[in-house]
């Protein structure tokens, strides 16, 4: 099955800065890849996804890489703030009948003010 | 944040009692998961439901037995649990049928302590 390893477990910023979360999946076949962000005591919530016919994907501050040769992709968000704050997962999927998501096992990323 | 419900938020029991989670989809969706997230681990799915039909059964113990009555509700009955089985476990919904959309969309969670 598939398999996603996720780096690094924690990352500490200072506002303003950017902020790399990388991971990598085994399964050549999986072909999309949700990030997700999860604040203490929430549910996990969809911050952005990618698709494996596209290399990148940007919405505002947030932009997720894919380099399916290698079978890594990224998360980056720009000029962090103190809300961005939170634990965030990758995951990635082959699809099928119904979206069977293997999660990365997350980072949790802190701004510092 | 009121797509999926889930309750109770909050569960103890004891290793020989007989509980059950109870999720809610108000979205229109057709598929539902059962998520187990556990400190330091990753979510780990462990069971899909598609249009009511169990398509995916991993490797859970018999001890937690899913339910899925109609596409809006699904519940997960728990019985002789072990200490071990103490986590949060989250439901998800998604729209499979067409026009399809792959995210997820996920409930408050129940926390769940075993003694």
């Known amino acids: 099955g598939e398999n996603v390893e996720q780096h690094p477990s924690t990352l500490s910023v200072q506002e303003g800065d950017s902020a790399v979360i990388k991971c990598t999946y085994s399964?050549?076949?999986?072909?999309?890849f949700p990030w997700y962000k999860q604040e203490l005591g929430k549910r996990p919530q969809l911050i952005i996804d990618?698709?494996?016919?596209?290399g990148e994907k940007k919405d505002q501050r947030i932009a997720v890489t894919l380099n399916k040769t290698a079978k890594h992709f990224s998360l980056h968000i720009t000029e962090t703030q103190p809300e961005d704050s939170a634990v965030y997962f990758c995951?990635?999927?082959?699809?099928?009948?119904?979206?069977?998501?293997?999660f990365g096992s997350g980072t949790q990323l802190t701004v510092l003010p | 944040e009121t797509g999926v419900t889930q309750t109770p938020r909050h569960l103890v029991m004891g290793m020989t009692n007989k509980k059950s989670l109870k999720c809610e989809q108000h979205?229109?969706?057709?598929?539902m998961y059962w998520y187990k997230q556990s400190a330091k681990k990753p979510l780990e799915l462990m069971f899909v439901?598609?249009?009511?039909?169990?398509?995916e059964n991993n490797s859970v113990p018999s001890r937690f037995s899913p339910e899925c009555p109609n596409s809006s509700h699904l519940f997960l009955h728990l019985h002789t649990l072990q200490p071990e089985d103490s986590a949060l476990y989250l439901c998800?919904?998604?729209?499979?049928?067409?026009?399809?959309?792959?995210?997820?969309?996920f409930g408050p969670g129940t926390r769940l302590t075993v003694l």
């Open positions: 979205l229109g969706h057709n598929a």
């Open positions: 998800a919904s998604s729209q499979e049928a067409q026009p399809r959309v792959d995210t997820q969309y």
């Open positions: 995951a990635a999927s082959t699809g099928g009948s119904a979206r069977q998501l293997t």
């Open positions: 990618i698709r494996s016919n596209v």
């Open positions: 439901y598609n249009f009511k039909e169990q398509t």
């Open positions: 399964d050549s076949a999986s072909n999309y």
